[in-house]
Structures are given as structure tokens and as C-alpha cells.
């Protein structure tokens, strides 16, 4: 017996709603309409927030800066949609860099349109409308409805928390055609549909390089977010040191799983994969993988970083003796890279070249290579025509940090590779890698993988170490790791 009084569903993805039903989409039934209405009603309103970002006025200065780089122009930057992971779940977004520079929303879908005026640009932030207890998507869109995902900015929370004027995100197409005689450039790679719809230009090229190049400099706002960063990095590693115990004959995931909490505490999360890397694994560049064995008398090389809720992130290096003490040859190698590193360091200075602390780094191995009879002349190798040492020495030294780990990658090279300057933070990073089968390598050495990392301002008058808490010198890694073991070792439950 069938009950009469209850209509067939008549709703589909091109008619969601009908009077007595709202369409939930994919395999999901139907909503009945009187639950929507239900679900919908007796909210009270949400209390209006006061806050302000903490880097309103930066952002509004940065675009300030970016328009005048490009006099009547309109320039579109957005900061991508969510990425689906599996089926019907998302990656937890991750704003685009460069719109997030210029705006600090974290809202996916948003744009940003600078708009040329009168001697002054107008900036507008698009952002879509909300999906609170006003609309049915509230309770039938997982993706957005803010009773699956909680409440977000919308057109009015975003003007008040951003300090910038927006609109609806429905209205941008409307007012990009209004617009279509003036001249445009858009960052392009973060919205496919924004890309499809507006012509190639040259500037869109110039405009991403601008950015990258903008960014070089970091101001005092960037500075103390990425000072905070690297403190909380400093923290990951003594909390991998005290659980190291616990990961001895386990895999390399307890390093990672350890550091990467301290991430999620402290900060938004980690600002790239942690490279957990015990053994000979730290001859592998990018290990990523993390599940190889942890071992007594392996070093261990971790590459890690937090990155800030400002998303700032930190990169710092250590390689450690998972045992508390350097074998004489790990520590011979060791000292090897460290010396390379202080070279580098030194380099660091207002008016310097960027490649100068590779230079002096690389040079510093190169000759501690050939004392280890595993090049013959360094000078040789050192010519640009031969770079023998690069089997051992593999990258380059240094790269720009900040919001991105590889920072300003879009500056144009003479810039990027160009004279340092007050407020950029690069890393310093050489390490020595011989691989487990390397004939070429003394049999003592094979599978020893060092590198050591700093983060590195440089100041009006020279740098400063930003990551310089956490101990470099054999001698005190020791002394800190015995140090870290006298406290209480954290219970993981493993
Ligand atoms: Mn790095």
C-alpha cells in the first residue's frame, strides 16, 4: 500500500527546487521542502565582527605598489578553488599566494580586480555570497553550506575584515565585461574558468613577475611572521629529538608525524612535505616517503618547516645522530658542510650577489672534497665548464623564503639572482650526499647524507640567523639532543 500524499520527487540539477522538494545532488535523495524550511528558520543572526586583519594596511599598500606598475591597466588575480583529493573531498585550501599577499583572504573562489582610476586604483574584492541559514544551500550543499562547513566571510564580513570594497563573486563576469576595452592581465594557473574567459596578454607574464618581484623585500609585518615560524620550528625539532627514542626501529612516519603536529598546533600547517630522511634515505633529495627504517648509528636529516597562520613558513635543516653521538666519519663529514655553511652565511650582506654564498659554500666543499680523496683539483672542478663536485654537492645553496617555501619564483632571474638587499630572507643550505652504491666514494662514507639549513635576513648592515636557536656545531647538536632526553620523553602511546 502506497502513500499517496507524498509526491514523487520532481527535481534534478537543472530544476533544484520545486515546491515540495530541493535537490541534495549525486546519489544523495532528495530533500523534503518542509525540512528545508525547517532547517532554515529560528537562527539567530550572527553578531557582526569588528576585527580587522592584522596586515590590512600592508595589503592595501602592496596593491598600491602593483598598480603603479601598471598604469591603466586591469589586473585580475585569483586565489583558485578547492581541489578535490577523492571523490567528494577537498584538500583543505590553501589560499593563492600571490592574491593572499595582496588581500590575506584565505576564502577559496575569491578574485581580486584592480581597477586603473584617476591617478588612483581602485581594488575590489569578489567573493561568494554566503551560504548561511538564508539560503537552502545552508543545509543541502556539503561543499559550501555553512552547517556542514561552518560560517565564512561573505560580501559584507570580507569588506569589514579585509579593510577593501567587494562584491558578489555572481557579479564578476557582468563587471570583467564592462571592462573588456580597457587593457587586462591576470595571474593565470588558479581559476580555469577565469583563464578560459580572458584573452592572453602580455602582461599577464610581466604582472606574475611584478608580484614575485614585490615580494622580495619582506616588510616588518613578514619579517616577525616569519621570525614566528621559525620559532615553532625550533620547537618540532626538540620535539622530534625527545621522541626519538620512541621512533628508534620504527619508521621515519613517527619523525614526521611529531614534527608535523607541533606544525598544526602552532601554525596553519606544514609550509611543505617534511623531509624525514634517517640513513641513507638522506641521500634522496626529496623524501618524501618517510617510511624508512630509523636506526641506531643512522643520521638522521630532517628538513622541515612550520608555516605561520599568516602562512609564512619557515625551512630549516638539521642532520642528526639518531644515537646522540656523531661516528668519526658522519662527524667528519659533518664539520665539512658546517664549515661551507658558515662560509655561505658570511656572504649574506646588503649588496652582495645572490650567488655569492653559493659560491663561497661550494668552494669550501669542493676543497673538503678533494681532501677526502674523492675529487682530484678543485680548482678545476670549480671551473664552470667541469662542476665535478655537483655528483656530492647536488643543488644550489640558496633560494628566496617567505609565503611560498621557493619563494618569488615568477621574478624575472636578473632580480632573483640579482644584488641582495635589506629585508630578503633566503636560506642557506649546502649538504654533501654520497649515495649507498657510489663507488667513487670511500666505503666508510657511502650513505652519509648532510644538510644544513638556515633561514637568513638580511639587514641594513649585514644578516641575521633567524633559525640560529636551534645548535649547528657538532658538540652542542649533542649536548641539546642529551638535553632534550634529561626532560620528560612525550608519550606517543606506540
Ligand atoms: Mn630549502
Redesign the pocket.
Known amino acids: 500500500m502506497s502513500d499517496h500524499s507524498v509526491p514523487e520527487p520532481d527535481v534534478s540539477a537543472e530544476h533544484p527546487i520545486s515546491e515540495h522538494w530541493v535537490w541534495a545532488g549525486g546519489h544523495r535523495p532528495a530533500v523534503p521542502r518542509a525540512l528545508v524550511d525547517a532547517m532554515t528558520s529560528d537562527w539567530a543572526p550572527a553578531t557582526p565582527s569588528t576585527d580587522v586583519h592584522p596586515a590590512a594596511s600592508h595589503a592595501a599598500s602592496r596593491r598600491e605598489r602593483l598598480a603603479m606598475a601598471f598604469p591603466g591597466t586591469t589586473l585580475v588575480i585569483p586565489t583558485g578553488n578547492p581541489k578535490v583529493r577523492a571523490n567528494d573531498t577537498d584538500y583543505r585550501f590553501r589560499p593563492g599566494t600571490d592574491f593572499f599577499y595582496l588581500t590575506g583572504c584565505v576564502e577559496p573562489d575569491c578574485v581580486l580586480v584592480i581597477t586603473p582610476g584617476a591617478g588612483i586604483s581602485h581594488a575590489t574584492l569578489y567573493v561568494p555570497e554566503r551560504r548561511d541559514a538564508r539560503t537552502h544551500e545552508f543545509f543541502t550543499d556539503s561543499r559550501y553550506g555553512e552547517l556542514w562547513v561552518g560560517a565564512r566571510r561573505g560580501v559584507s564580513e570580507a569588506a569589514q575584515y579585509y579593510a577593501i570594497d567587494t562584491a558578489p563573486l555572481e557579479d564578476l563576469a557582468k563587471h570583467l565585461a564592462e571592462l573588456r576595452d580597457t587593457k587586462m592581465a591576470i595571474v593565470r594557473g588558479f581559476d580555469a574558468a577565469l583563464d578560459a574567459s580572458l584573452e592572453a596578454s602580455e602582461d599577464d607574464d610581466r604582472l606574475a613577475a611584478t608580484l614575485g618581484e614585490l615580494r622580495l623585500v619582506k616588510d616588518e609585518f613578514e619579517q616577525r611572521q616569519l621570525e614566528g615560524a621559525v620559532a615553532h620550528t625550533v620547537r618540532g625539532f626538540a620535539d622530534v629529538v625527545r621522541a626519538l627514542p620512541q621512533a628508534l626501529g620504527r619508521s621515519e612516519r613517527v619523525i614526521e608525524g611529531v614534527f608535523n603536529l607541533r606544525a598544526r598546533v602552532e601554525g596553519n600547517d606544514v609550509g611543505y612535505d617534511t623531509i624525514a630522511a634517517s640513513g641513507a634515505n638522506a641521500t634522496v633529495l626529496h623524501w618524501t616517503r618517510n617510511d624508512g627504517a630509523v636506526r641506531h648509528g643512522d643520521l638522521l636529516l630532517l ?1 622541515a ?1 612550520v608555516e605561520c597562520d599568516q602562512l609564512y613558513t619557515a ?3 638539521r642532520t642528526i645522530p639518531v644515537s646522540g653521538t656523531f661516528t668519526p666519519a658522519q662527524r667528519r663529514i659533518y664539520e665539512l658542510v658546517l664549515a661551507a655553511q658558515d662560509a655561505g652565511i658570511a656572504a649574506v650582506a646588503p649588496g652582495a650577489d645572490f650567488a655569492d654564498p653559493h659560491d663561497a659554500a661550494i668552494r669550501v666543499l669542493a676543497y673538503g672534497l678533494a681532501e677526502l680523496g674523492i675529487i682530484d683539483d678543485p680548482e678545476a672542478s670549480l671551473r664552470r665548464d667541469r662542476q665535478t663536485h655537483r655528483r656530492y654537492t647536488l643543488h644550489g645553496v640558496s ?1 628566496m ?1 617567505g609565503l611560498d ?2 619563494d618569488c619564483a615568477n621574478a624575472r632571474n636578473d632580480l632573483y639572482r640579482g644584488e641582495l638587499r635589506a629585508g630578503y630572507v633566503l ?1 642557506v ?1 649546502p649538504g654533501l650526499y654520497f649515495q649507498v652504491n657510489d663507488l667513487s666514494v670511500p666505503e666508510e662514507y657511502r650513505g652519509i647524507g648532510v644538510r644544513i ?1 638556515d633561514d637568513i635576513l638580511v639587514t641594513a648592515d649585514g644578516s641575521r640567523n633567524l633559525s640560529a636557536a636551534l645548535p649547528r656545531e657538532p658538540d652542542a647538536i649533542e649536548a641539546w639532543m642529551a638535553d632534550q632526553w634529561r626532560l620528560a620523553t612525550p608519550n606517543l602511546g606506540l
Open positions: 628538513d618547516g625551512d630549516v635543516t633560494h623564503l617555501v621557493h636560506t643550505e639549513e
